[in-house]
């Protein structure tokens, strides 16, 4: 280990500021700071804007979410940045008395019912009342209690598992618009370890889901406090996720990282300094380059696979074999009361079986306060996802017009919207399909050897904002440690 009143300074790199990397970035410079060394950081990102997906407009009074708006509060990586950033106090949570979210299933919408925890309904007469599924089909999904658990190990796809556990109509009906709606991508190809592994573990632990879920639950309910404490399920911030990005860029700059936006890093050289020890080279796409100590590659999967290809070419098939899913969200604003006799609660989503354009909407400004005026309703479609691309291939005035068809067929509503706007994002959604976790471990096991080198963000360990946090954070760690502990710099 380097002596921490060294003056020699490391230099890390970070490559992608979305949320993962800024993540990265500020983690490393948190690290040092409270190791009293010193350390040059530095964060590239192609873009001239911050934040990767993350990306929030003003509209006169909207606030409209170009990509994610909003993160799961159960994963306590989110929440614990918020805190360490000040931001607590401008989380803001759903609006609990519209509290409801509708499945399009069999000519209409239909309420999700309470009592489905998570997926797995664990009170069946609200269920079978709601009639997403049919009675058969919710008879279907009582043989859970009765079927043998699996003991074959490897893989499963999404919908394999559950229609094994569920059958088919509440796979299709229930998990699928809401499992792998989440991914924008298809069951049968999502998998099961790599997307939901706690369904995995319920069925290894209880034989059952319900059983597993109705255990649990009683497990919580006699006390048991979750990470996400008084929070909402989802959460977000007043002015919209920006406020994380923009205070992440702020404290960045404060401690000195070097922040180049609009500069693409064309390739990564390793060069070896001696046994198990690594120094690295970064051309940039403004015919600079840049030698460091360490880097933290905070790129979707696919640019990643080109930059480590001269380093691991095992490790870039493997990375390059990762999907990603193309899809749009559609925003809309409208009159409030042309509108407010179809806007019921959350939103709601569509199962692939139904055949549909739409995948889902979210009536954002029920769902959340602060989205737009009272006067106005703001609402979120989103179109594409696997296999279902070529519906987003048209002109932003076509996906309007189709998104608006789609609400119109589906929940009734017919009104001029007076405020449009598309966002499309290629390859934006990683897929894990079945597999994942073998290749991922294989990828590790490849670039384990290149101390220094690390690989972090949504194509990995986890598509939403806390996984990606967290991530972030676990691969600037790593590089610090392998800083101090090689003690050079390059
Ligand atoms: C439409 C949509 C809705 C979503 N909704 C939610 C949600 O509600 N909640 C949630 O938790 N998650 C949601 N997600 C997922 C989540 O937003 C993303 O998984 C997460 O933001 C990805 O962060 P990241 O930093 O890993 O990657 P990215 O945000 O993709 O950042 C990677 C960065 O690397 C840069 N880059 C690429 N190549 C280079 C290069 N050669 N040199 C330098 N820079 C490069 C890119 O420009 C980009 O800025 C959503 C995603 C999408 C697309």
Same mark, same amino acid.
């Given at each position: 280990?380097?002596?921490?009143?060294?003056?020699?300074?490391?230099?890390?790199?970070?490559?992608?500021?979305?949320?993962?990397?800024?993540?990265?970035?500020?983690?490393?410079?948190?690290?040092?700071?409270?190791?009293?060394?010193?350390?040059?950081?530095?964060?590239?990102?192609?873009?001239?804007?911050?934040?990767?997906?993350?990306?929030?407009?003003?509209?006169?009074?909207?606030?409209?979410?170009?990509?994610?708006?909003?993160?799961?509060?159960?994963?306590?990586?989110?929440?614990?940045?918020?805190?360490?950033?000040?931001?607590?106090?401008?989380?803001?949570?759903?609006?609990?008395?519209?509290?409801?979210?509708?499945?399009?299933?069999?000519?209409?919408?239909?309420?999700?019912?309470?009592?489905?925890?998570?997926?797995?309904?664990?009170?069946?007469?609200?269920?079978?009342?709601?009639?997403?599924?049919?009675?058969?089909?919710?008879?279907?999904?009582?043989?859970?209690?009765?079927?043998?658990?699996?003991?074959?190990?490897?893989?499963?796809?999404?919908?394999?598992?559950?229609?094994?556990?569920?059958?088919?109509?509440?796979?299709?009906?229930?998990?699928?618009?809401?499992?792998?709606?989440?991914?924008?991508?298809?069951?049968?190809?999502?998998?099961?370890?790599?997307?939901?592994?706690?369904?995995?573990?319920?069925?290894?632990?209880?034989?059952?889901?319900?059983?597993?879920?109705?255990?649990?639950?009683?497990? &919580?309910?006699?006390?048991?406090?979750?990470?996400?404490?008084?929070?909402?399920?989802?959460?977000?911030?007043?002015?919209?996720?920006?406020?994380?990005?923009?205070?992440?860029?702020?404290?960045?700059?404060?401690?000195?990282?070097?922040?180049?936006?609009?500069?693409?890093?064309?390739?990564?050289?390793?060069?070896?300094?001696?046994?198990?020890?690594?120094?690295?080279?970064?051309?940039?796409?403004?015919?600079?380059?840049?030698?460091?100590?360490?880097?933290?590659?905070?790129?979707?999967?696919?640019?990643?696979?080109?930059?480590?290809?001269?380093?691991?070419?095992?490790?870039?098939?493997?990375?390059?074999?990762?999907?990603?899913?193309?899809?749009?969200?559609?925003?809309?604003?409208?009159?409030?009361?042309?509108?407010?006799?179809?806007?019921?609660?959350?939103?709601?989503?569509?199962?692939?079986?139904?055949?549909?354009?739409?995948?889902?909407?979210?009536?954002?400004?029920?769902?959340?306060?602060?989205?737009?005026?009272?006067?106005?309703?703001?609402?979120?479609?989103?179109?594409?996802?696997?296999?279902?691309?070529?519906?987003?291939?048209?002109?932003?005035?076509?996906?309007?017009?189709?998104?608006?068809?789609?609400?119109?067929?589906?929940?009734?509503?017919?009104?001029?919207?007076?405020?449009?706007?598309?966002?499309?994002?290629?390859?934006?959604?990683?897929?894990?399909?079945?597999?994942?976790?073998?290749?991922?471990?294989?990828? &590790?096991?490849?670039?384990?050897?290149?101390?220094?080198?690390?690989?972090?963000?949504?194509?990995?360990?986890?598509?939403?904002?806390?996984?990606?946090?967290?991530?972030?954070?676990?691969?600037?760690?790593?590089?610090?440690?392998?800083?101090?502990?090689?003690?050079?710099?390059?």
């Amino acid at each position: 280990m380097a002596d921490p009143r060294s003056t020699i300074q490391r230099h890390v790199a970070v490559v992608g500021g979305g949320i993962t990397g800024l993540t990265a970035a500020w983690t490393l410079t948190e690290e040092a700071r409270v190791a009293g060394v010193p350390l040059a950081c530095t964060l590239i990102e192609e873009s001239p804007a911050w934040g990767g997906k993350i990306r929030t407009r003003r509209v006169g009074d909207l606030v409209v979410e170009a990509g994610p708006d909003s993160f799961l509060s159960q994963k306590p990586w989110g929440l614990q940045l918020c805190d360490r950033l000040g931001l607590t106090p401008r989380i803001i949570h759903t609006n609990e008395f519209q509290k409801k979210t509708f499945v399009y299933s069999r000519g209409r919408l239909r309420e999700l019912p309470e009592g489905l925890a998570v997926i797995v309904p664990t009170k069946i007469a609200p269920f079978m009342k709601s009639g997403i599924v049919s009675w058969p089909g919710v008879a279907r999904m009582g043989l859970d209690l009765l079927l043998p658990r699996r003991h074959a190990g490897g893989d499963e796809s999404l919908a394999s598992f559950f229609t094994r556990r569920l059958g088919q109509e509440a796979f299709d009906r229930v998990v699928e618009p809401l499992m792998a709606g989440i991914y924008a991508g298809d069951g049968r190809q999502l998998s099961l370890r790599a997307t939901f592994p706690r369904f995995l573990d319920l069925e290894r632990e209880h034989g059952s889901l319900i059983r597993g879920m109705l255990r649990e639950r009683a497990k &919580t309910q006699t006390g048991a406090k979750t990470a996400a404490g008084s929070h909402t399920m989802f959460v977000t911030l007043k002015g919209g996720l920006c406020e994380l990005v923009d205070t992440l860029v702020t404290r960045l700059e404060t401690a000195g990282v070097r922040l180049r936006a609009g500069i693409r890093v064309d390739s990564l050289r390793v060069r070896s300094k001696g046994p198990a020890r690594w120094a690295y080279e970064l051309s940039l796409d403004d015919g600079a380059s840049l030698a460091v100590d360490a880097v933290v590659l905070a790129t979707p999967t696919f640019v990643t696979a080109g930059l480590v290809r001269g380093v691991s070419p095992e490790a870039a098939e493997l990375l390059g074999m990762i999907p990603y899913a193309t899809t749009a969200t559609i925003s809309l604003a409208y009159e409030a009361d042309h509108v407010a006799r179809w806007v019921q609660g959350f939103g709601f989503v569509v199962p692939r079986v139904e055949q549909r354009a739409l995948l889902a909407a979210t009536w954002t400004s029920s769902k959340w306060p602060d989205r737009a005026a009272p006067q106005h309703t703001l609402v979120r479609c989103y179109l594409g996802g696997v296999g279902r691309e070529q519906v987003i291939t048209g002109d932003d005035a076509s996906l309007i017009r189709l998104a608006r068809e789609e609400l119109r067929a589906i929940a009734g509503l017919t009104a001029e919207p007076w405020y449009g706007e598309v966002n499309r994002w290629d390859r934006g959604m990683p897929q894990y399909t079945v597999g994942h976790v073998a290749r991922l471990e294989e990828v &590790t096991r490849q670039l384990s050897r290149f101390t220094g080198l690390y690989v972090a963000g949504a194509g990995y360990r986890g598509i939403g904002i806390p996984d990606c946090i967290r991530d972030g954070s676990e691969a600037a760690k790593a590089a610090f440690r392998a800083v101090m502990e090689t003690g050079q710099a390059a």
